[in-house]
């Protein structure tokens, strides 16, 4: 701590306007405990203010009260400072193989979502990374929805959500966010490049949208547009939040000197019935956005679209491109019809 009074030298007062909590806190708690995890620092600061002011029963520090001091009380970003979540679906053996260094490395800067995986990757991702928050759905709730339930449990003011399949690196996550910090204007979104054509080494670009395998978010300055439509189960879920963030007023860059390498289509074992899911929830996904922001008119006609799905799925030449349009198709028409992406009990629609 640093003082042994309540008002002495090196404490600051803090006044919450969050179930009316009034907060004397030490400088240096407040340092070290955000460099905790979640449950770890709002342990510890409970434990520093009760013992130093004895308001234990008037006090409650929890994690959401963590971060609002985060931010009343900022400090100088650095890598520690930034939350990296994860959405999984019978993950493991990918995240493994893809960023296994980095997460033994610093495990406390983890967030895993795995969407209730068969595989029993939850099981398998705590026994490996003890020191990861891992949170396990009750059922598969999507892309969108696990994303924000891991930014509920973010402390820090930047949010890095990226794909189970990107090889990532420290050095990569720490360039991506001093770029971010030292870009003005300030960027509410950024991204690297996950695609070599993208690799263009041209430094930071304003960009219209941006791909969802790697995202750094400043949650503070979305506060204004919220984070994912928690009516998309899968894909377009990017798309959406770039497209309110931009109508907005707010920067979108992409970072073209930083690469990180997305092993496309690896974030989940292989499976024709989730491949079918996929298909049926893109194709939905793209309607509602188009619907939802009035762009649904020529190319974007759904029923245009309809029409093209069945020509391609009728002259198809391999049995794979055939359920590709096929569940396509059944997308598209099941969206037409009404159908949402999530049935009344909050599990996904299977076609």
Not at 43 to 53: A, D, M, P
Not at 214 to 230: I, W
């Amino acid at each position: 701590g640093g003082a042994d009074e309540a008002g002495a030298a090196g404490y600051e007062k803090f006044h919450v306007n969050l179930r009316t909590i009034e907060l004397c806190i030490c400088r240096t708690s407040y340092q070290t405990a955000m460099r905790r995890t979640p449950a770890q620092g709002a342990c510890l600061l409970q434990t520093s203010v009760g013992r130093k002011l004895r308001l234990v029963s008037r006090i409650k520090i929890d994690q959401e009260n963590l971060r609002i001091l985060h931010r009343i009380y900022p400090m100088n970003e650095k890598i520690e400072d930034l939350t990296i979540a994860i959405v999984s679906y019978n993950s493991y053996s990918t995240i493994v193989d893809c960023m296994d260094a980095f997460i033994k490395e610093s495990p406390s800067q983890f967030v895993i979502v795995d969407n209730n995986s068969p595989d029993n990757s939850s099981e398998k991702l705590r026994s490996r990374y003890p020191g990861v928050k891992v949170i396990t759905s009750k059922n598969n709730i999507g892309y969108g929805r696990a994303a924000n339930l891991a930014a509920k449990h973010a402390t820090t003011r930047y949010l890095f959500l990226v794909n189970p399949d990107l090889k990532l690196t420290k050095n990569a996550t720490t360039d991506l966010l001093e770029g971010m910090l030292n870009t003005t204007p300030h960027p509410s979104i950024m991204a690297p490049a996950v695609r070599p054509e993208d690799h263009l080494n041209r430094g930071i670009e304003d960009r219209r949208w941006l791909i969802g395998a790697a995202l750094l978010m400043d949650l503070d300055a979305l506060e204004d547009v919220g984070l994912f439509d928690e009516n998309i189960f899968l894909f377009s879920e990017e798309t959406d939040l770039c497209y309110r963030a931009k109508k907005q007023g707010h920067r979108l860059a992409l970072d073209t000197n930083i690469y990180i390498q997305h092993l496309l289509g690896q974030s989940s074992t292989p499976d024709p019935k989730v491949d079918e899911l996929k298909n049926w929830h893109f194709a939905w996904s793209h309607m509602y956005f188009y619907q939802k922001h009035g762009l649904a008119e020529g190319k974007k006609n759904p029923n245009r679209i309809k029409a093209l799905y069945f020509i391609k799925w009728i002259t198809a030449t391999s049995s794979k491109k055939r359920l590709k349009y096929k569940s396509r198709l059944k997308g598209t028409s099941a969206y037409l019809r009404g159908q949402k992406a999530f049935k009344e009990n909050d599990t996904p629609y299977w076609p």
